[in-house]
């Protein structure tokens, strides 16, 4: 017994001096750097290149998104509008003449995961860029290590923070922020002569920054909020929300939900006698989600939705192909997803190589550049550098569920 | 087992951990197995919990959120460093597992269950709302890298050896308990409560120590986890952690400490190693805490030891050449 | 505004009825085999997805798909005791706890892999809109839920009390020993316990289904809260289940709407802490005695 503990004391010595030793040279640079794709190596041949030569690289560009846990039809919605796009790209003779490759990493709705993806598709893959997930805290996450490694990629997540917060060079965020889009929604209700509007957010990164957003931007117009009700992920039953709604007197009513939600708060307003003619309700893109027509039924009818992507209406050739393909109208989970992906392929396009430096300076040189949806990407302002998108259009249903036109608006 | 062997086993031991930072190459993957030595850490707690006083904890990773928050807190809006928030997140979380043990550890297995299980959630949702004070579902940033005594620990490599140290004098500590007084003591409640109280041990007490020591290792690892990923937010604590710390300490053998490292290492690995059945990963996950319940509910090291004892008997039945020594009996050896 | 608190009580009513009848499938088995099963939740949204499944996807008529789910629940509940209960009820205190943990995450998984992430849309039994009494607005699948509970929980007691079956599931719960010996069949009878509790479970499920939406996690706040019902109630008592429940679903709501619908959830908890410190035999309290 005496021996053992001295061994394991033994032992313990020699990783503390080993330690000590590493600890001390922990002067050297970090171990990895993501190695440049050399576009003239000579490799086996790609097994498809209907048109060039079969001697380059196929450009490799990794996918972050939610194929399992509780956001998985985001997912499913991204692998499907990208899968379809790239076909037709590499149909049509690739990405600066070569294949594109996507691999897709699963985040499992999770920050830690999710940056481990981002690890193992920079590290490992050696990726030219990546599509960052569509939920800001995953974004928040990744960030971080995206600007400790040097590697450009371009996040889908509302939050303005990060394409604004420390400055970041190799984060750029392909969404209108949160920092514009509250306001865009406190403009219209304006027009409408609304002043006195009630805040339902639900309680996750998301909705808590959207409604303190809401809130700040309400005391700087000196309007009143009537009141704000929350729900929880996996929340069903919003009565007494929507009793404290009604009983508050507001004139109008801001929605920051997520699909389910949306489709159910949408029909318990109803139910409970809400008159969205009188009091109108406009809720965030995930009120177009696939599902929320389906839940909420008629009870959509007449509710506006802000979103940067409204495809059935900015692009109704590409939803009718979707539809084709897959059986189901996208919606904008699948549109932002494509939007982002088509990005990334201008950026590397500039680029015209695909080493980290460059695909960023390529971001930056977007200027004007209109995405398979129809509105504008500039990147490298000065005053927002790594923001691209800064329209949102809103839209409504009309009394046959589909969207309809209301307006196009810019920051 | 010998004392020879036993010190051979332990140079071997030695060598392959020294060897291993320098075996692997990739960045990402000494990364992985850092994150896995963490969980290790945590889930030994468990096995002081669930496996020694036999107390189910459903919301275990609420415990090491705990010490996460307490050093990503301290780190960044205080700026104190490592070698104050390591103590601190320690002592935190083990002030919590007072708070918290002392109306829930009154309760009965799948009370307990389902109150920690209610805890994790409620816990969750405090961090998520509380803004001012937690940063809510943003997280906690850039927390720093620790630096003590001039050294920063920066590299993989050097985290990894960090984690290591860490973990086998957490493992020794721990062993040093298990056999105590209040180790004995703990399994006695798990035998039986009634019986533990007849002779003479504090129950509700017993198991309030154990909760207090499993959540000090749970805050140990939950402030290496702030320091080595820089960024916690309330997901990385939520009811399906727990649950996977759950199934590594049973897949390793709830009752055996190593049985609690061994299973950390693998279940953290093998999501990794699956990465192409991904949309099966959590479905994998439950089912194999379904199958080893079924089929071998005492874990790997479990089954192991059994085996160890099936052959330990034969031989005895027909010894070589001595005659059974009492010393050589199981239970009695030291 | 008058009307809150009649519109607060029949909602949380019916939200309770449901937290109720999880609690009875809970308690239920616990008298049976002293065992619980964390998957209950998970049985509840099984139920309302077979019944989606048969009406919205493959088009059956209603009462197809109502049988469809009852035959569906009873097979689940048969394989759960077969394949869960009986290879682990004797091998350690956790076993069957810890399996079902597992089974619960699987489920939810496998659900996902089944049917997809989309949240389903289970249609109505009656009339889509809600008509108003004055200033309360009611919602007929309220009323349904309402008035399915009450009809089950006369269907259980006609069961369990009048028929010999259920007399033996009785003489079972009571005291297992004591029934072999009278003859009584006790693994059958478990067997039967878990169906029973499997079927009800199925049936929340398909309550709830047209209130919500049917998504993989619909089960797992229910189970919770049909917990904490089943806590407050007093483990052991049917009643207390049921009315715990109910008790729950008014709580939550009455917080939701008086204190905060942000930690609502956190309100729960809190009251399930404060009657496990203060009166740990619930309302109905029964003595239960742990199992030594």
């Known amino acids: 017994m005496r021996n053992k503990n001295m061994f394991l004391r033994f032992i313990v ?62 997912g499913k919605a991204a692998q499907e509008s990208i899968n379809q796009y790239v076909k037709e790209l590499n149909a049509n003779g690739g990405l600066l003449g070569r294949e594109v490759v996507v691999l897709y990493e699963d985040d499992q709705s999770a920050q830690t995961v999710a940056v481990n993806a981002f690890n193992k598709l ?34 889908m997540g509302l939050n303005d923070r990060i394409g604004t917060e420390d400055d970041p060079k190799w984060t750029f965020q392909g969404r209108t922020s949160d920092a514009y889009t509250p306001t865009l929604v406190l403009n219209f209700l304006e027009e409408q002569g609304k002043h006195n509007p009630a805040i339902m957010y639900i309680g996750d990164d998301f909705g808590i920054d959207g409604k303190d957003k809401f809130v700040k931007l309400l005391d700087e117009r000196g309007w009143t909020v009537a009141t704000i009700e929350a729900m929880q992920t996996g929340d069903k039953d919003f009565t007494a929300q929507i009793l404290s709604i009604r009983a508050s007197g507001a004139d109008s009513i801001i929605a920051w939900l997520h699909q389910e939600e949306a489709g159910l708060f949408l029909r318990q307003l109803e139910e409970q006698g809400v008159d969205k003619k009188q009091i109108p309700v406009i809720g965030n893109s995930s009120f177009l989600g696939a599902g929320v027509t389906d839940i909420a039924g008629q009870s959509a009818v007449g509710t506006y939705v802000i979103s940067g992507t409204a495809p059935m209406l900015q692009n109704p050739e590409w939803s009718q192909k979707f539809f084709d393909e897959y059986g189901a109208n996208p919606d904008f989970l699948a549109a932002d997803s494509l939007d982002g992906f088509a990005t990334i392929v201008r950026a590397i396009e500039l680029a015209g190589t695909t080493d980290p430096e460059s695909v960023r300076q390529g971001f930056l040189s977007i200027k004007d550049w209109i995405g398979p949806f129809n509105f504008a990407h500039t990147f490298g302002t000065a005053e927002s550098p790594q923001h691209g998108v800064f329209s949102s259009i809103i839209v409504t249903y009309d009394e046959n569920l589909q969207t309809e036109f209301v307006a196009q608006v810019t920051k | 087992m010998k004392k020879v062997s036993k010190i051979i086993i332990m140079l071997l031991l030695a060598i ?19 994150l896995a030595g963490i969980y290790a850490i945590c889930v030994m707690g468990l096995v002081f919990l669930l496996g020694f006083a036999g107390q189910l904890s459903l919301g275990h990773s609420a415990l090491m959120s705990i010490g996460a928050y307490t050093t990503g807190l301290l780190a960044v809006e205080l700026n104190l460093p490592f070698v104050i928030t390591f103590p601190a997140a320690i002592v935190v979380s083990m002030l919590f597992a007072l708070l ?49 005594a ?69 805050g140990t690892a939950g402030c290496l986890f702030a320091h080595l990923n820089q960024f916690i937010c309330p997901n990385d604590f939520n009811i399906t952690q727990s649950v996977t710390l759950l199934s590594m300490s049973i897949f390793g053998g709830s009752e055996y400490l190593l049985g609690g490292v061994v299973g950390a290492y693998v279940l953290t690995f093998l999501p990794e190693a699956l990465r192409f059945l991904q949309t099966y990963a959590r479905f994998i996950n439950g089912i194999l805490i379904l199958l080893i319940m079924i089929l071998a509910p005492s874990g790997l090291f479990g089954v192991v030891s059994s085996l160890f004892e099936k052959l330990k008997r034969q031989k005895k039945l027909d010894p070589p050449n001595n005659s059974p020594n009492i010393a050589d009996v199981e239970g009695m050896e030291n | 505004m008058s009307g809150i608190l009649p519109q607060l009580l029949f909602s949380g009513l019916a939200i309770g ?111 889509e809109s809600s008509f108003n009494i004055g200033n309360v607005f009611i919602n007929p699948q309220h009323i349904i839920i309402i008035g399915s509970t009450i009809l089950l929980l006369i269907i259980q007691y006609l069961i369990f009390q009048k028929t010999p079956l259920g007399k033996m599931m009785r003489a079972t719960a009571q005291d297992q020993f004591a029934a072999t010996l009278s ?20 049936i929340a499920g398909f309550l709830v289904g047209p209130v919500f939406s049917v998504t993989p996690s619909m089960g797992a706040s229910a189970m919770l809260k049909g917990f904490v019902g089943c806590t407050i109630g007093g483990w ?48 109905f309290g029964e003595t239960v005695s742990e199992k030594v």
């Open chain 2, 100 to 148: 918290i043990g002392i109306p829930t550890l009154k309760l009965k297995s799948f009370y307990l269950a389902m109150a920690t299980r209610g805890l994790n959630i409620a816990l969750f949702i405090v961090l998520i709302n509380w803004k001012r004070f937690t940063h809510g579902a943003d997280g906690i940033v850039n927390i720093p890298r620790p630096s003590f």
């Open chain 2, 16 to 34: 392959i951990i020294l060897s291993v930072p320098h075996l692997i190459k990739s960045d990402y993957t000494l990364h992985v197995v850092n």
């Open chain 1, 122 to 155: 920079v590290l490992e893959d050696k990726v030219a860029a990546i599509l960052g997930p569509l939920y800001s805290t995953h974004c928040l996450a990744i960030k971080p290590r995206a600007e400790e490694l040097g590697f450009p990629w371009l996040a």
């Open chain 3, 17 to 127: 009825c449901i937290y109720g009848l999880v609690g009875l499938g809970f308690i239920q088995v616990y008298n049976a085999v002293g065992l619980t099963n964390f998957a209950q939740g998970e049985f509840v949204m099984l139920g309302a997805y077979l019944f989606v499944s048969a009406v919205v996807i493959w088009k059956a008529p209603f009462w197809v798909g109502f049988l469809f789910l009852l035959v569906g629940m009873a097979v689940i509940g048969f394989l759960f005791t077969r394949g869960v209960y009986k290879p682990t009820y004797k091998a350690g205190r956790f076993a069957f706890l810890l399996a079902s943990v597992g089974l619960s995450m699987a489920l939810q998984d496998l659900v996902v892999l089944i049917w997809g992430p989309v949240p389903l849309y289970m249609p109505r039994l009656v009339s």
């Open chain 2, 150 to 218: 001039g050294f920063t620990i920066q590299t993989e490599r050097a985290w990894f050896y960090f984690i290591v140290a860490i973990l086998i004098v957490c493992y020794i500590a721990s062993r040093n308990i298990e056999k105590s007084r209040i180790g004995r003591s703990f399994k006695a409640v798990k035998e039986g409560e009634l019986a533990a109280e007849v002779m003479g041990i504090d129950v509700y007490r017993t198991k309030i120590l154990a909760f207090v020591l499993s959540s000090a290792l749970a």
């Open chain 3, 236 to 283: 052991g008592s049917i009643p207390g289940a049921v009315l715990g429940g109910i008790l729950v679903g008014i709580i939550e709501i009455f917080s939701s709407f008086y204190i905060s619908s942000a930690y609502k959830d956190a309100i729960v908890f809190l009251v399930l802490i404060l009657f496990l410190l203060f009166k740990p035999k619930g309302i």
């Open chain 1, 13 to 74: 010595g020699v990783l503390l001096i080993s330690f000590v030793l590493t600890a001390g040279c922990s002067a050297q640079t970090q171990t990895e750097q993501p190695v440049e794709t050399e576009p003239n190596a000579v490799e086996t041949p790609e097994e498809t290149q209907p048109v060039e030569e079969t001697k380059l690289e196929p450009i490799k560009i990794g996918v972050i998104t939610e194929i399992t846990g509780v956001q998985a039809v985001a």
């Open chain 3, 183 to 202: 003859g009584i069949k006790v693994p059958l009878m478990i067997i039967f316990t878990f169906v029973n509790s499997s079927i009800l479970a199925g």
